[in-house]
């Protein structure tokens, strides 16, 4: 025994397995990027909201931590139940923090692009009050578990409309209150009406010059046939053009506030 205590350590086989773990975890990572960037954060969702940052943070201690603990666990040397246990303890762990963050996305994803009097605002799921939600028509109180839907919000009037102000003033915008939320169908025809000619967009660098042009290549339209709303979120502000079908047909970072 005082034999294999003084052995020097095989660290290529260390290494061996700690690869394994790595290219393992790479692979769930990828599966998980796939339902995050496609699903949940579809684009530009992903840059508007910071998804990508967020990702790329738990993606990075995801795939390092596990693999790093492995190479220095791994050890051939070890009884063989002892070396199970520590690497089960690993993946226990490793597997926690990735449902934590991918929870923590889920949560944080958008699930409404709400039309708001003169400009769409990007509703997500935390923002939404699960006790309020019931307030909301029939088929709005179930939250998309994909993509983000298309909504509008009823203007209120009377008593509704000084507690709207408040709570306006308080942060708590329109599109987070679900029983103003309508069916998109609903506020359509005022899309077009809200939106604002191109040449009112104020272009206040190079890169809204260029954010602009790739936008319009998206869009695949005639200039004359486009306008633009403001698009805002908690984290960011954007534009959307719009036809006058109302639908956004792409979008572009720039702030034109």
């Known amino acids: 025994m005082s034999e ?35 699903v949940w954060f579809p684009p530009p969702y992903g840059h508007m909201l910071g998804g990508g940052r967020l990702f790329l943070l738990i993606a990075c201690v995801d795939v390092t931590v596990g693999p790093l603990l492995t190479l220095v666990i791994f050890d051939v040397r070890k009884p063989r139940q002892t070396l199970i246990r520590d690497l089960t303890a690993i993946g226990v762990i490793q597997l926690a923090a990735l449902c934590f963050g991918a929870w923590t996305m889920f949560e944080g994803r958008p699930v409404h692009l709400v039309f708001e009097v003169d400009l ?17 028509q029939e088929p709005l109180k179930q939250l998309p578990l994909g993509r983000p839907s298309m909504i509008g919000v009823l203007k209120p009037t009377g008593e509704n409309l000084v507690e709207a102000t408040l709570l306006g003033i308080g942060g708590v915008h329109l599109a987070y209150q679900p029983k103003y939320w309508l069916p998109f169908d609903a506020v359509r025809g005022q899309v077009w009406k809200k939106a604002r000619p191109l040449d009112q967009l104020a272009l206040r660098s190079h890169a809204d010059r260029e954010a602009l042009t790739n936008a319009l290549q998206k869009a695949n339209a005639a200039a004359r046939e486009i306008r633009w709303l403001p698009v805002l979120s908690d984290r960011s502000s954007w534009i959307a053009l719009v036809t006058e079908a109302g639908e956004p047909i792409a979008f572009a970072d720039i702030d034109s506030y």
Do not use: C, K
């Open 120 to 136: 769409f605002r990007v509703v997500t799921r935390a923002q939404v009050n699960d006790r309020q939600l019931l307030q909301a």
């Open 4 to 38: 294999l205590r003084l052995e020097s350590r095989p660290w290529a086989r260390s290494a061996r397995g700690a690869l394994v773990h790595l290219i393992f975890s790479a692979a769930v990572i990828a599966l998980v990027a796939a339902m995050v960037f496609w």
